[in-house]
């Protein structure tokens, strides 16, 4: 059985660092891509971008680019998601999902975690 | 970056009623790469329907997906309660991949 389990709910200040975790298990973790979206209070789903555990090949979203990082550690199965220095407006809540690809990088979420909620504040 | 205007942005209908909720693209999404998912409130996402009219594993099939180019349609044939929700198209075939605003489906 496929699940997708994340670490839990995080309180931050501003200007300091978190990594959240991904853990995945009941598949090949190595042949799948690993796809973060962001959820803002109240607010939509945003494609923040994926990394291969292949390889750790990225594709970051334009609006993510630069302000976060993705990794992941294949001896167990966990993707990361990663901020030097949050900042109130990081306030959210983060999903992973594993990415069913049938061409390249392409491709939809098709199990999801449970969502980290980030709470950045002074 | 291809934009998804989801249409409209709330219906409210009784169960056992028919939703047709829009999903129309700012540029044609290449292999009819769209994929629906329905949210609840304090859940994750759930895939829906992918390749725009294919169901995932377990979704009853009162689901279907339709359209192709710049227009895709997901249908509820007949509301049951558990469908109140909110649903998000995305694209996958253009980058960034990126996602609608969500219609709500609310009871009426």
């Known amino acids: 059985e496929v699940q997708v389990v994340q670490s839990g709910a995080e309180v931050k200040k501003p200007g300091e660092s978190l990594r959240i975790s991904c853990k995945a298990s009941?598949?090949?973790?190595?042949?799948?891509?690993i796809g973060w979206v962001r959820q803002m209070p109240g607010k939509a789903l945003e494609w923040m971008g994926i990394i291969y555990p292949g390889d750790s090949d990225t594709r970051y979203s334009p609006s993510f680019q630069g302000q976060v990082t993705f990794s992941v550690d294949q001896s167990i199965t966990t993707a990361y998601l990663q901020w030097n220095s949050l900042k109130a407006s990081d306030t959210a809540i983060y999903y992973c999902a594993r990415q069913m690809s049938f061409t390249g990088s392409y491709g939809y979420f098709d199990y999801w975690g449970q969502g980290t909620l980030v709470t950045v504040s002074s | 970056d291809i934009v998804l205007a989801q249409s409209p942005g709330t219906l409210s209908l009784s169960p056992g009623e028919r939703a047709t909720l829009s999903c129309r693209a700012s540029?044609?999404?290449?292999?009819?790469?769209l994929a629906w998912y329905q949210q609840k409130p304090g859940q994750a996402p759930r895939l829906l329907i992918y390749?725009?009219?294919n169901r995932a594993t377990g979704i009853p099939d009162r689901f279907s997906g339709s359209g192709s180019g710049t227009d895709f349609t997901l249908t509820i044939s007949r509301l049951e309660s558990e469908d109140f929700a909110v649903y998000y198209c995305?694209?996958?075939?253009?980058?960034?991949?990126?996602f609608g605003q969500g219609t709500k489906v609310e009871i009426k």
């Open positions: 995305q694209q996958y075939g253009g980058s960034p991949r990126t």
């Open positions: 540029q044609s999404v290449s292999s009819a790469y």
């Open positions: 390749g725009a009219s």
């Open positions: 009941g598949y090949k973790f190595t042949n799948y891509w």
